[in-house]
């Protein structure tokens, strides 16, 4: 129904910094995109919020990224973006862009999309 293409991952040492993209894209018109975010998901751990963006202006941010991450949208393009700066060892997981919304404003316009997911290591 609504496509998510993630790009930015990659390998970089610690306190170093990664910007991660996301655009939404589906057949026809996306009516409402009400969020945009991102979770992400290490080994042997569950998936846990990164920050999300509502296309009212709202911004959330997990705990352990507070002050480190910046989540921004652009409304025009269906994109959000992740800039990660002092990045840490303990960032290393595969991160995931989430959007949720209506393609059409019809309860079964409803999504609650997701991407492949995007691998980011820190290591020096």
């Known amino acids: 129904q609504v496509q998510l293409v993630e790009s930015g991952g990659g390998l970089v040492q610690p306190g170093g910094s990664l910007r991660l993209s996301c655009t939404a894209s589906a057949s026809g018109n996306i009516f409402n995109l009400v969020a945009m975010g991102w979770y992400r998901q290490a080994p042997g751990k569950q998936r846990e919020l990164v920050a999300t963006?509502?296309?009212?202006?709202?911004?959330d941010y997990g705990t352990s990224v507070k002050g480190r991450f910046t989540i921004s949208r652009d409304n025009a393009m269906n994109a959000v973006y992740l800039q990660m700066n002092s990045l840490k060892p303990e960032d290393t997981a595969v991160y995931y862009c989430?959007?949720?919304?209506?393609?059409?404003?019809?309860?079964?316009?409803?999504?609650?999309?997701w991407g492949q997911g995007t691998q980011v290591t820190v290591s020096s």
């Open positions: 989430n959007a949720q919304g209506w393609t059409t404003p019809t309860p079964s316009g409803r999504f609650d999309s």
């Open positions: 963006a509502t296309s009212g202006g709202s911004r």
